[in-house]
């Protein structure tokens, strides 16, 4: 199943989390703006952003790393034929890729509490006039309106999100523009 409108239909069907359509638009436009050649995905799910982002740069290398069995099983379904995508399966903070691998665009889509951990983690692999991809940065709404929940862990969770905003606003060697594209994405790129 490599269609991307059958995947799409399947991550419907099984409630697996894809990026909303205007967001992965918005993600190709900023990585073709940049002229992106390399993508790395943390939060591979079912496949279908690095699938889009396969069928959309030719010859582009694509880094994805899962740690759940059970899409890590149907993303290499998806996968199946497409020879310039690498999946890693593992925890995307234990998982270890090479100091030289850079990339043009590093895409961060998996659990959302771990964001700050996974920015620290693979921004040091980000090439020059790289950027970085957040998606979720508005969760439903809730960032901006975190009283519309009454869920712990979703408060609980909503409140990481905006901690990782300021993280990322805080930071002095990058620059930072949020966008209420999809489910709110930012973009973040080095200084100088």
Same mark, same amino acid.
């Given at each position: 199943m $490599?269609? !991307?409108?059958?995947?799409?239909?399947?991550?419907?069907q099984?409630?697996v989390p894809i990026?909303?359509?205007?967001?992965?638009?918005?993600?190709?436009?900023?990585?073709?703006?940049?002229?992106?050649?390399s993508? *790395?995905?943390?939060?591979?799910?079912?496949?279908r &952003? $690095?699938?889009?982002?396969?069928?959309t #740069?030719e010859? !582009?290398r694509?880094?994805t !790393?899962e740690?759940n069995?059970?899409?890590i099983?149907?993303?290499?379904?998806?996968?199946?034929?497409k020879?310039?995508?690498?999946?890693i399966?593992?925890?995307? *903070?234990?998982?270890? *890729?090479?100091?030289?691998?850079? #990339?043009?665009?590093i895409?961060i889509? =998996?659990?959302k509490a771990?964001? &700050?951990r996974?920015f620290?983690k693979y921004a040091?692999l980000?090439?020059k006039?790289?950027?970085i991809?957040?998606?979720?940065?508005? #969760?439903?709404?809730?960032v901006?309106?975190?009283?519309?929940?009454?869920?712990?862990n979703?408060? =609980?969770l909503?409140?990481k999100?905006?901690r990782y905003?300021e #993280?990322?606003?805080?930071?002095?060697d990058?620059?930072?523009?949020?966008?209420s !594209?999809?489910?709110g994405?930012?973009? &973040?790129?080095k200084?100088?």
């Amino acid at each position: 199943m $490599s269609d !991307i409108k059958e995947i799409e239909a399947y991550a419907y069907q099984h409630n697996v989390p894809i990026m909303m359509d205007d967001g992965l638009e918005f993600l190709l436009g900023q990585m073709k703006e940049n002229h992106c050649r390399s993508f *790395l995905e943390i939060g591979t799910a079912v496949g279908r &952003t $690095s699938l889009v982002v396969h069928d959309t #740069f030719e010859g !582009i290398r694509i880094v994805t !790393i899962e740690r759940n069995p059970e899409m890590i099983a149907q993303a290499k379904q998806n996968f199946a034929g497409k020879e310039n995508i690498t999946l890693i399966e593992g925890d995307a *903070l234990e998982v270890q *890729l090479p100091k030289d691998q850079l #990339f043009d665009c590093i895409f961060i889509d =998996a659990a959302k509490a771990q964001y &700050t951990r996974f920015f620290t983690k693979y921004a040091p692999l980000l090439a020059k006039n790289g950027i970085i991809i957040s998606d979720n940065m508005e #969760f439903h709404g809730l960032v901006e309106h975190p009283e519309l929940t009454h869920n712990r862990n979703t408060k =609980a969770l909503v409140r990481k999100i905006a901690r990782y905003r300021e #993280f990322l606003q805080a930071l002095v060697d990058y620059q930072t523009d949020f966008y209420s !594209i999809g489910d709110g994405v930012a973009v &973040t790129r080095k200084r100088g």
